[in-house]
């Protein structure tokens, strides 16, 4: 999705937790450079198992837009991630 040299370029990785089978995620923390800027900001990006990333979530992007995580859409989501899972697809979130 992304140019991974680019993203070095752009944003100053501050922070890491590097992927292991027991945590099943990797997390970064990236300082953004941008000129002139008058607050830094930051950047966290995690991936991961989706069972796992879901569990860190309070919203999540569908098409209409950032939504609460609601029950239900949680469910939406295991149902998504199980039905890939068993058709031999590799998922991450």
């Known amino acids: 999705l992304i140019n991974v040299?680019?993203?070095r370029r752009r944003y100053n990785i501050i922070?890491?937790?590097?992927?292991?089978?027991?945590?099943?995620?990797?997390?970064?923390?990236a300082k953004m450079h941008s000129a002139g800027a008058a607050k830094t900001r930051y950047l966290l990006?995690?991936?991961?198992?989706?069972e796992?990333?879901?569990k860190h979530c309070t919203k999540i992007l569908g098409s209409d837009g950032e939504l609460?995580?609601?029950?239900?859409r949680e469910e939406e989501f295991q149902e998504a991630y199980r039905t890939y899972g068993e058709h031999g697809r590799r998922v991450i979130g």
Request: proline residues 6%.
């Open 45 to 50: 990006l995690i991936k991961g198992a989706p």
């Open 5 to 7: 040299h680019d993203f």
């Open 15 to 29: 922070f890491e937790i590097p992927f292991n089978s027991k945590r099943k995620y990797h997390l970064v923390i």
């Open 52 to 54: 796992i990333i879901i």
């Open 68 to 72: 609460d995580l609601t029950k239900e």
